[in-house]
């Protein structure tokens, strides 16, 4: 079978490389694609959200699927376009992916189906907005209502933050129309978990959990970036918190969406926010997490093309997720300066060597080729990959592999997977056993 998988993150490359695991699989295009994925498979030059383009090449080269892994072309309709030129394409149609799409969509949804969420509320008009900050005093969350490149929630810690991050949203239009109308969120305490399942319009079944890592630096201070990390499998939830989690979040979720006439096919991302033994929402994606697919799909057992395909044949009831018995962790190499100003354009030495290294893989993202030299050419550069028996064994692995590799201005956090380490009781690797 012919795939095309939609992107250009290591998210895309590690769904390239599950794919390619597949025996059903002869071909994989991947537009645009990066470094990466150009090894591994062909790269076209389109760009993801380039809609016709995209249909125009996968009906003109006859895909027998189409994986599209960021959420803009889901939520510009990539998938109905797809659909009605009679090619098979795995993610929610444009409607069903507005539970990421739009905050305010979101937030109402989970109102109306019982989902546990932080307490919010949603404006068009900015002095109703300010009002609403006069009586609610920070710490808040305020979230531009529509798509932001990840950037669109903003967690203010003090009011005048709070009436800034407002401003800078409503009146200076910052995030453009995304920013058209906001939700106005109790702040929660607590851990984050990422929750992803594979969905098929009527069942959603869980992946292993994973934790990302959201801030730049060490100890979760800095900035938020797109994500800096992940591992999994997280120790964060047991087996009685995640059946409450299927039973009060993935299935009412999937009930709410067919019950708006938009039965939800693809991967749910619900991230949660877990506080002494209880949980709510702070997020719904329509789509893997990058980094936490990175983490996932190497510990997957199934061809990822046969649960795709009962995800689409709605029978995921057919299908049983097997795991491997291992943790996997996934350590992203940043150009330094990320997620703000930063250099592109050095070339990337010590990649075959930390790729020779057993049970590593490395995840592109940010990069492209120059005849046979690796450049970088984007903010995240890499998610070094490894897995082991246990999560200490992959985090010394990853961090065996990132030290081979080496930029100038090179910025990676030292402790992924210790939130995971500290949970399991486990010291944490010493800092300068990780530093170069
Ligand atoms: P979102 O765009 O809704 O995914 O939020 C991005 C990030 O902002 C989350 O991963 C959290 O780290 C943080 N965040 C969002 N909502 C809240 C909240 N209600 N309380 C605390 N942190 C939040
Ligand atoms: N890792 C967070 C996200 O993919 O949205």
Not at 287 to 304: C, T, V
């Amino acid at each position: 079978m012919k795939v095309l998988v939609v992107g250009s993150g290591g998210r895309e490359h590690a769904l390239t490389w599950a794919l390619r695991r597949s025996k059903r699989v002869k071909q994989i295009h991947v537009a645009p694609g990066n470094g990466g994925t150009a090894e591994i498979a062909t790269n076209v030059p389109i760009a993801a959200d380039d809609i016709p383009a995209l249909v125009a090449h996968a009906v003109s080269g006859r895909f027998d699927l189409v994986v599209i892994g960021p959420e803009v072309p889901l939520a510009l309709g990539l998938v109905d376009r797809l659909q009605a030129a009679g090619i098979r394409a795995f993610g929610p149609t444009a409607q069903a992916a507005q539970i990421e799409s739009s905050k305010v969509f979101s937030k109402a949804f989970m109102r109306e189906n019982g989902i546990p969420t932080a307490e919010a509320a949603a404006f068009d008009d900015y002095d109703a907005a300010l009002c609403y900050l006069e009586a609610h005093p920070a710490p808040i969350v305020i979230k531009a209502d529509g798509l932001a490149a990840g950037k669109g929630a903003i967690v203010c810690q003090t009011d005048a933050e709070a009436r800034k991050a407002l401003y800078r949203i409503m009146k200076q239009r910052v995030f453009g129309r995304a920013g058209d109308r906001v939700v106005i969120e109790e702040f929660l305490r607590g851990q984050e978990v990422t929750v992803l399942a594979f969905a098929d319009g009527v069942r959603a079944v869980p992946m292993i959990l994973a934790q990302d890592h959201k801030a730049a630096w060490d100890g979760d201070r800095g900035p938020n970036t797109g994500g800096m990390g992940s591992y999994a499998p997280a120790p964060i939830l047991d087996a009685a918190m995640l059946e409450r989690v299927e039973r009060q979040v993935l299935q009412p979720a999937m009930e709410g969406m067919r019950r708006l006439g938009t039965p939800y096919v693809g991967v749910l991302y619900a991230g949660l926010m877990v506080t002494d033994g209880d949980f709510r929402v702070l997020e719904f994606n329509c789509r893997f997490g990058d980094p936490e697919a990175q983490a996932i799909l190497p510990l997957l057992e199934n061809d990822l093309v046969e649960v795709i395909e009962a995800c689409l044949e709605g029978r995921l009831d057919e299908v049983t997720l097997r795991w491997a018995n291992r943790s996997c962790v996934c350590v992203v190499m940043a150009s330094g300066g990320y997620p703000d100003q930063y250099q592109t354009g050095y070339e990337i030495t010590g990649l075959e060597e930390a790729a020779d290294l057993e049970d590593v893989v490395i995840f592109h993202a940010g990069t492209r080729r120059e005849r046979d030299r690796v450049l970088t050419a984007g903010g995240r550069v890499l998610g070094v990959t490894a897995w082991a028996k246990d999560l200490r064994g992959a985090v010394e692995r990853a961090y065996q592999a990132v030290r081979l590799i080496h930029w100038p201005d090179v910025m990676y956090r030292t402790d992924i997977g210790a939130k995971g380490l500290l949970r399991e009781g486990q010291p944490v690797p010493p800092k300068e056993a990780q530093e170069r």
